[in-house]
């Protein structure tokens, strides 16, 4: 592809990207097509020669658009939001344009400059004291690893690193069954491993880890001969939005001097606005905090910010520095490549500038208001409807209902339904498991997403529930 052909095509996919957005409420959220339908459609072996890209863009709109499912969709109202705000797109085409590969403060400075105060920018937005630095990540995956090696790291006595775990004490890391199971894969990658994360019970609205049985499994672990190295807390856990005593696990992480790492990737987002931030009271008590600007925010993927109160204990358990990677004749700068598991980075802290500065912080208190009080009032109006019951009440803009049917099986019946609501095709939703039982999750969170979508949903819902009843 040549300079001209390379303008004509970036046009053409700008152009095309602009149709598509504006397009996407005549579209059904998710596909209807079958399990191996898109790749029978792929040629099994590469081309020998190039092909036109006239051919190549045909065939992306033949075959690869139809088996899409549309995320930023504003009738999404799935799993948790992935947004994808315009201005953060735009942002993005230059980051992939200019392609540079920003693992250190050399390759390119304005990226890690830039990055250090969008982090603070961040931390001012969410009310978090100074004394917080932060890194971005690509995901909370990512970030909540990063927290697991360091507070195992921390526990050894920095140790773990150089000599292993097979010698030494066995660890231990607490949480509830309401994290999300990235806390899980961090466990296994980080040699930790499954039967090491002890599960503590919960308790009221939240579904709270209960304090007083976090203590006595940490005290017990102890004089077991284990070795207790952290806790992981959550604020706005995935399934029901299940949210901690961030303060009073805080006070337990203190007595027993343990890491902790709290994991508010989804809700996060919400403590823009200030009369929000009792959810995670004492979250300023935290080792590291996980928040995703590319879920609510409107930054798109990947796009995930990590806060630490001591960045040299990251930087200690990940930092590895051979000659090739020296920046010589400059001191006092920092290479994010230090704080992450990967080495390689991508220039993320452009397209949060970006957003910020679009939007400011007022204008996305708002949409984030509104998802809240839109979600609250559904859950109300489907608590008034016959044979519908709130499993779990709304956490933020999240929450979980269920269908009630004679004469079937209630899990059955309710997995019928979200089937069918997602077969409809004008909105999307995800199922969970809450006491054991199947419930239908609702979350509103799309960054285009106004009153009248929450409406269309109450419509689908309650019509598609009478039709299966």
């Known amino acids: 592809m ?17 149709d598509y957005r504006s397009t996407l409420r005549e579209r059904p959220v998710r596909p209807l097509v079958e399990p191996g339908e898109i790749s029978r459609s792929i040629d099994v072996s590469p081309p020998e020669h190039g092909e036109t890209m006239q051919a190549i863009f045909a065939d992306f709109e033949r075959k690869i658009l ?5 995320w930023q969709h504003p009738r999404f109202f799935a799993y948790f939001p992935a947004n994808a705000a315009p201005v953060s797109v ?22 890690t400059e830039l990055e250090t105060r969008v982090v603070d920018w961040m931390r001012q937005a969410l009310g978090l004291p100074e004394g917080f630095s932060g890194v971005m990540q690509d995901s909370a995956s990512s970030a909540t690893l990063a927290a697991v090696l360091t507070m195992r790291e921390r526990a050894l006595d920095w140790q773990g690193n150089k000599k292993g775990l097979q010698s030494q004490p066995i660890l231990r890391v607490y949480s509830s069954d309401q994290v999300h199971t990235s806390i899980d894969r961090a466990i296994w990658v980080s040699g930790v491993g499954e039967d090491n994360l002890v599960r503590i019970p919960v308790a009221g609205r939240f579904r709270a880890m209960d304090v007083a049985a976090l203590e006595a499994a940490v005290v017990a672990d102890r004089q077991a001969g284990m070795l207790p190295a952290g806790i992981i807390a959550c604020v706005g ?3 029901t939005g299940g949210t901690d005593d961030i303060a009073g696990v805080a006070a337990v992480a203190k007595r027993h001097g343990l890491y902790l790492h709290v994991d508010a990737a989804w809700a996060g987002s919400a403590m823009i606005c200030p009369e929000y931030r009792h959810f995670w009271a004492g979250v300023e008590q935290a080792d590291s905090i996980v928040f995703n600007p590319h879920k609510w925010l409107g930054a798109q993927f990947d796009c995930s910010m990590q806060f630490i109160r001591r960045p040299e204990d990251l930087v200690r358990t990940l930092a590895i520095k051979p000659d090739y990677l020296e920046t010589h004749g400059r001191d006092g700068i920092i290479n994010y490549s230090e704080w992450s598991v ?15 500065r679009a939007h400011g912080l007022e204008n996305l208190r708002t949409m984030i208001r509104n998802h809240v009080a839109w979600s609250e009032g559904l859950a109300e109006r489907l608590a008034r409807e016959p044979d519908f019951e709130i499993v779990s009440e709304p956490m933020l803009s999240l929450f979980s209902f269920r269908h009630l049917a004679d004469g079937t099986d209630s899990d059955e019946h309710n997995l019928r339904l979200v089937n069918a609501i997602n077969d409809d095709g004008r909105i999307y939703l995800t199922q969970t498991r809450v006491d054991g039982q199947v419930a239908i999750r609702f979350q509103v969170g799309q960054f285009e997403t106004t009153a009248a979508d929450v409406d269309t949903a109450f419509g689908v819902i309650t019509e598609i529930a009478r039709r299966l009843a």
């Open 2 to 18: 040549n300079s001209n052909e390379f303008r004509e095509w970036s046009l053409r996919a700008a152009e095309w990207g602009a």
């Open 66 to 70: 139809p088996g899409m499912t549309h």
């Open 90 to 111: 735009v942002a993005e085409y230059l980051v992939s344009v200019m392609a540079a590969q920003c693992m250190l403060w050399q390759t390119s400075p304005a990226a």
């Open 237 to 239: 856990g995935t399934s």
């Open 342 to 356: 990967p080495l390689g980075r991508r220039f993320r802290a452009l397209k949060l500038w970006f957003l910020l």
